[in-house]
């Protein structure tokens, strides 16, 4: 599913630079997100002998997760649009870890319930900042490119 929700982002990255950068960079997070929810099942598997981690498909997952999610920030970053490159991958990262550590590997939030909803509204709050950044950054570009016009 994760997959399914990256390369459907990649094919409907298709615009100004302050896009792709936002694009590359939500899905680079996206799979920094599934790398650190591989890395607890990857590591107890290692707690038993390096035979076992091995023999499980989490480790290998793991490795393409974190390569392929490399080489997208690098492209993200490529394009030389930092701020909505970074603000993505900040964000995406850990909502998606938070989400697959919360509804596939039983993992509980903190208690009490208000420091939930802080961090929930500061992720809320990163998030809207971040397609904020990414869409200000293009607009302003375009309203600062000279028009040319021939007489």
């Given at each position: 599913?994760?997959?399914?929700?990256?390369v459907?982002?990649i094919?409907?990255?298709?615009?100004g630079?302050?896009?792709?950068?936002?694009?590359?960079?939500?899905?680079?997070?996206?799979?920094?997100?599934?790398?650190?929810?591989l890395?607890?099942?990857?590591?107890?598997?290692?707690?038993?002998?390096?035979g076992?981690?091995?023999?499980?498909?989490?480790c290998?997952?793991?490795?393409?997760?974190?390569?392929?999610?490399?080489?997208?920030?690098?492209?993200?970053?490529?394009?030389g649009?930092?701020?909505p490159?970074?603000?993505?991958?900040s964000?995406?990262?850990?909502?998606?870890g938070?989400l697959?550590g919360v509804?596939?590997?039983?993992?509980?939030l903190?208690?009490?319930?208000w420091?939930v909803l802080v961090?929930?509204?500061?992720?809320?709050?990163a998030l809207?900042?971040?397609?904020?950044?990414s869409?200000?950054?293009e607009t302003?570009?375009?309203?600062?490119?000279?028009?040319?016009?021939?007489a």
């Open positions: 599913m994760i997959t399914v929700f990256s459907l982002l094919a409907l990255g298709s615009g630079l302050s896009k792709k950068a936002a694009v590359y960079g939500t899905v680079a997070g996206v799979l920094f997100g599934l790398s650190s929810a890395t607890k099942p990857t590591l107890t598997y290692l707690h038993e002998s390096v076992t981690m091995l023999s499980h498909w989490e290998y997952a793991l490795a393409v997760a974190g390569v392929l999610g490399f080489v997208l920030q690098q492209v993200s970053l490529g394009t649009r930092l701020a490159s970074v603000a993505t991958v964000v995406a990262n850990p909502l998606v938070i697959i509804l596939l590997l039983d993992e509980r903190s208690r009490p319930a420091h961090a929930v509204a500061g992720l809320t709050l809207v900042g971040a397609i904020v950044i869409l200000t950054r302003a570009k375009r309203e600062a490119s000279p028009v040319s016009t021939m």
